[in-house]
């Protein structure tokens, strides 16, 4: 047997060996292709008996591995991503994985809120965990405004991370534009990346903080 049949023979399986050892996907993703297509020139090259049924599995793993590899570098790549998203990836979300984000983003729904619209109300259920992306409400305790959020802010976190009802009625001071997240859709997620619990929760601490630093300062008036 010749070096050519050699190489295409063990090849394969070091590359493949290489990929699974490797932590980040894409990494892998890429050394299974080039594993599976180094395969693939095997059952070309060399005749075998059901040499066209080894081509044809070899040839649909390698196209899934393929796609699958398209879809990482993508996801990882900021080119692809909207300029709403490339803003919210370098401002919000900073401490959240490029991957992670975007998978956030995927389940997300866009809302806009008119001036003197209830948001969420004291003492009723939330369901959705929402996001300012433009503009300005203000926050209730008791029928009193104590507080405003503004651009990059969280509205709903605690009832989302407690499952309490809301503690505040926040209204929109503005006309506005959120985005929102089912509350089931974020569980579902978090349960698939356990990653996103911890910096969601992350985020909501320097969320609560500048919200605390800005009680008792002029907020804009709810007329």
């Known amino acids: 047997m010749g070096i050519v049949p050699v190489l295409l023979i063990i090849l394969p399986y070091i590359v493949q060996a290489l990929a699974f050892a490797v932590k980040p996907p894409l990494w892998l993703r890429a050394g299974l292709v080039i594993g ?34 398209l879809t990482l570098y993508k996801t990882r790549h900021s080119d692809s991503w909207s300029e709403e998203e490339r803003y919210l990836q370098s401002t919000a979300f900073r401490s959240l994985p490029n991957v992670i984000f975007k998978q956030l983003m995927d389940i997300a729904e866009w809302k806009t809120a008119n001036k003197g619209d209830v948001l969420i109300a004291e003492h009723k259920d939330v369901e959705r965990l929402m996001l300012v992306y433009d503009g300005t409400a203000t926050v209730h ?9 503004r651009d990059n802010s969280f509205i709903g976190e605690m009832s989302f991370l407690t499952g309490n009802p809301a503690s505040a009625t926040v209204k929109a001071a503005t006309t ?48």
């Not at 305790?141 to 959020?149: C, E, M």
């Not at 859709?185 to 605390?212: H, I, N, R, V």
């Open 36 to 69: 599976f297509a180094l395969q693939l020139l095997y059952w070309i090259y060399i005749p075998h008996e059901l040499q066209y049924v080894h081509i044809a599995g070899t040839s649909v793993v390698l196209l899934i591995n393929l796609f699958q590899s």
């Open 141 to 149: 305790l008791d029928g009193k405004p104590i507080t405003y959020v």
């Open 176 to 223: 506005m534009r959120l985005i929102t997240w089912r509350k089931a859709d974020l569980y579902d997620l978090m349960a698939k990346e356990p990653d996103l619990k911890s910096g969601l929760q992350t985020l909501f601490s320097y969320d609560l903080a500048g919200k605390l630093s800005k009680q008792n300062v002029r907020h804009p008036k709810d007329e």
